[in-house]
């Protein structure tokens, strides 16, 4: 029951960051909503997420488990009552906002609360396998159930859908789930939170700007060199602070250290592939979004089927082989998504690279997350999930936002088919790049299985 109610939280938490997507011309119209203020319906909630997760994963070890995780979930819910009713464009952003927050909280818990009911070894890592493949299903499912909720009902079903799920699991975990707390007495280090959070919520922002202004403009690069100086101001305080918000001992595991970067670099590539497949199918196949969502169903299966049957691969190649290996399949999905034509036939274009891209995702998810969340000492077990949040997230919306200029350097504001699909395709071919030195970084840095033995009582594992 722990593992089901941390499933179904980081499945509302990851479905959120793209389910309005599909709504976005809805919303528009009915609440008069500018162009530049849509964005910010997504722009919200990806900020606020991503910049208040690693004080989130740390309130989960200070204040207990349990407790965060109701708490995340209780103010997703609200911020999801409040959007849904929204008169005005303020309103909902304000409610996004509030949604992000309580996500950033709600996350890091929901691996916590994984790891903390199932003992180190093969069933955890089944158990991190289903909330793995939970997670990338809801991610996947986003444009499915967006189209689906819009075109039968309103887009205010979107955000309304959360309530009764939300209320139904923090009923369930008010039950069944049991208060952990493993700070050990530690106080929250709040000028390490302050600087964590401004740091990432600024370069998160400066990230999304590029959407609007490119690379070059100051509105681009004052925030993200500003979120990159309190992110370094940052670690030098965390160096000198007698109880750190984020101990930087827990980098001294090698494969916290490795599997962070790589889920990183994996997400920079992988989150954009939901974004143009569905840009694809629509903007030049001419699919509604609704057709759009259905035909990236066979992906979202394949996510879920490779997060299954990578626990089961694991005691056969290992954590590190695994990985490399769902890298180089994912590779493969993306060349062959890269060779994508006008007049592209559904199996060619979208079925068969899709499911080879998310067939491999899958496999890479669980023996990082496993490798991540093993390397570190139980009063950090909060902190490093939500550090391995982190690393998914900022990955994903860096790499969409440098994938989105790639394309819009090819399309040069031409908006034909075959202008856009050459754009695309030079995403695709950019993003087989990025994977491929994923794997390449995985294989040389990941710790093979001889490296990997219990913590330590400092929290770090020792290299051999």
Known sequence: MVVLAACAGTFLVVLDVSVVNVALPSMRADLGMSAAALQWVVNAYSIAFSGFMLLGGRAADLYG????FLLGLGLFTAASVAGGLAQEGWQLLAARAVQGLGAAVLSPATLTLVTGAVPEG????????????????????????????????NWRWVLLINVPVGVLVMAGAAVWVREARTGGGRRLDLPGAVLVTGGLAAFAY????TEQ????????????????????VFVAVEARTREPLMPLKVFRA?????ANVALFVMGSATFAMWF???????????????????????????????SKVSPRLMPLLGARRLAVTGALITAAGFA?????????????????????????????ITPLATMATSGAAPGD????????????TMGGAVGLAFLATVAASRTAGATTPEALTAGYALAFRTGTGVVLAAAALMLLWLPRPAAVTPPTAEGARPRR
Do not use: H
């Not at 488990?65 to 965060?68: C, D, I, L, Q, T």
């Not at 490119?214 to 993200?224: A, E, F, I, N, Y």
């Not at 090698?254 to 490795?258: G, Y």
């Not at 979004?289 to 035909?295: C, E, M």
């Open 276 to 306: 143009f497949m569905t840009m694809y199918a629509q903007n030049v196949l001419g699919y509604t979004p609704l057709q759009a969502g259905l035909a990236l169903v066979p992906s979202s299966v394949s996510v879920i089927v490779g």
């Open 336 to 364: 062959w998504q890269s060779l994508m034509r006008v007049d592209g036939a559904y199996v060619t274009e979208i079925l068969v690279p899709g499911v080879l891209m998310m067939t491999g995702v899958g496999l890479v």
């Open 381 to 392: 077990a909060g902190l490093v999930s939500g550090l391995v949040n982190t690393s998914r």
């Open 122 to 153: 093969p069933a955890r890592t089944r158990a991190i396998g289903t909330w793995a493949a939970v997670g990338a299903g809801g991610g996947a499912a986003g444009g499915l159930v967006g189209g689906l909720l819009t075109e039968l009902l």
């Open 254 to 258: 090698r494969a916290v250290a490795a």
């Open 65 to 68: 488990r349990k407790r965060m």
């Open 213 to 232: 202004t490119g690379w070059t403009d100051p509105r681009t690069l004052l925030p993200l060199i500003g979120g990159l100086a309190l992110l370094a």
């Open 206 to 209: 400066g990230i999304v700007q």
